[in-house]
């Protein structure tokens, strides 16, 4: 369901390391997000899909369910934007079907692929 007009977008940051996916979060809020935050694949699903958001910025490696099954899940189930972070080998997953993002993180580069993914879909 698209956001009311002047409606903040809502951002589900899924990340296992605290300190990062905290950083992520007050990051990604200083740009007038909605944000809510996971630290297991599994929780995140469960999240999702009690209050969709309209963007998945999930980890690769995660415990419980991994990042690529709940991109694939939240991506079939609510339609929402996903972009998806490694810090491991990048060429490696070139051939996934969601944008990915590299760490460590760049923050304009991460908030120039949200704008667009968010615009794409």
Known sequence: MPNAPGEPLRVLVVEDEPTSR?????L??????V?????RGDAA?????ATPP????????LPGLDGLSLA???REETGCAVLVMTGSDWARHADLEFELVEKPIDLDRLLDQ????????
Do not use: F, K, N, P
């Not at 699903?45 to 899909?49: A, D, E, S, V």
């Not at 309209?54 to 490696?61: C, E, F, I, K, Y």
């Open 45 to 49: 699903l469960l999240q999702q899909r």
């Open 35 to 39: 944000v809510e935050t996971a630290s």
């Open 114 to 121: 949200m704008r667009r993914v968010l615009a794409a879909r």
């Open 72 to 74: 694939r899940c939240t």
């Open 22 to 26: 905290e950083a992520l979060r007050d």
């Open 54 to 61: 309209d963007l998945l910025l999930t980890d690769l490696h």
């Open 28 to 33: 990604i809020e200083l740009e007038g997000y």
